[in-house]
T-cell receptor
Framework: LAKTTQPISMDSYEGQEVNITCSHN???????ITWYQQFPSQGPRFIIQ???TKVTNEVASLFIPADRKSSTLSLPRVSLSDTAVYYC????????????FGQGTTLQVKP | ETGVTQTPRHLVMGMTNKKSLKCEQH?????MYWYKQSAKKPLELMFV???????ENNSVPSRFSPECPNSSHLFLHLHTLQPEDSALYLC?????????????FGPGTRLTVT
């Protein structure tokens, strides 16, 4: 699976839009980009997945440029409850269930 | 509530004990997983089961023994563990083990080995 690089930590304030960028320079043609969220002492939770351009759901948006070597998770108007670790993963649809988690980005939302 | 439950939520055991972790999913999924999350380390995949057959064993020591009696239940049997095995053990499930990027995780079992 392609290696990903994301910032270790980010700070934000309530009501702001937060953008977390992930680099995946070695992404393969068949790879999808997936983001998970994890609160302390809980299991990760699937947020969003995309292949190219833009994907939006009720929680977040995912922006993927044409070269797909990076992606940006956008969280609109964050609240204190969005404080969590966010993981970016890439992998192809033919994998054997191997989600390879990196260190993730710890987002701290302040009042 | 993700539809995946784990028991117990907390477990303290000595190195000579034998214990089991239980996971149950109520989502009708066909694949189940065990992950280990140690302090300040990324999640590590331990085992993958698809339709009750083990399809992945990620070089896990034999003191960890998984069991999947049916597609809804997954166990992790523990024996003669080491203090470095103390971690959060997470169970997850997905519709299938291929194209399984949307995995549903349980709350985990916090294991402490003394």
């Amino acid at each position: 699976l392609a290696k990903t690089t994301q910032p270790i930590s980010m700070d934000s304030y309530e009501g702001q839009e937060v953008n977390i960028t992930c680099s995946h320079n070695n992404i393969a043609t068949n790879d999808y980009i997936t983001w998970y969220q994890q609160f302390p002492s809980q299991g990760p939770r699937f947020i969003i997945q995309g292949y190219k351009t833009k994907v939006t759901n009720e929680v977040a948006s995912l922006f993927i440029p044409a070269d797909r070597k990076s992606s940006t998770l956008s969280l609109p108007r964050v609240s204190l409850s969005d404080t969590a670790v966010y993981y970016c993963l890439v992998g192809d649809s033919g994998n054997t269930g191997k989600l390879i988690f990196g260190q993730g980005t710890t987002l701290q939302v302040k009042p | 509530e993700t539809g995946v439950t784990q028991t117990p939520r907390h477990l303290v055991m000595g190195m000579t004990n034998k214990k089991s972790l239980k996971c149950e999913q109520h989502l009708g999924h066909n694949a189940m997983y065990w992950y280990k999350q140690s302090a300040k380390k990324p999640l590590e995949l331990m085992f993958v089961y698809s339709l009750e057959e083990r399809v992945e064993n990620n070089s896990v020591p034999s003191r960890f023994s998984p069991e999947c009696p049916n597609s809804s239940h997954l166990f992790l049997h523990l024996h003669t563990l080491q203090p470095e095995d103390s971690a959060l053990y997470l169970c997850a499930s997905s519709q299938g083990h291929i194209e399984s990027y949307e995995q549903y995780f349980g709350p985990g079992t916090r294991l402490t080995v003394t």
